[in-house]
């Protein structure tokens, strides 16, 4: 019975940190998102970001195609229009092991 811990730990899944919103800029209809995350290769990277209103709806995703190991953090940009009328919009990572972020940083893009 003594070993029946150390297993179930063993067959966990590993959870791996969210990435991290370290910066966003909006211009012009264009979003600009810097994101850090531990990026260990193809088994583990960030994997996108998406720019959402707060009821949830998705304006636009901005789909990361490879991992930046050696590149930390990375800023990706994406043509995403913000309605007219929209004060404040919602930004959310992903990565390929935990898909989208529980928690969303907010941004007024006026």
Avoid: C
């Amino acid at each position: 019975m003594k070993y029946l811990i150390p297993l179930l730990f063993a067959a966990s899944p590993v959870l791996a940190d969210a990435p991290v919103v370290e910066n966003i800029t909006y211009s012009d209809g264009r979003f600009d998102v810097t994101l850090s995350h531990g990026d260990t290769g193809w088994d583990d990277y960030a994997d996108g970001w998406r720019v959402e209103l707060a009821d949830g709806t998705v304006l636009g995703t901005r789909v990361l195609a490879h991992p930046h190991v050696n590149e930390q953090p990375f800023t990706r940009s994406s043509q995403i229009m913000v309605p007219d009328g929209v004060t404040q919009v919602f930004i959310r990572a992903s990565d390929n092991v935990g898909g989208w972020a529980d928690d969303t940083v907010p941004f007024s893009p006026n």
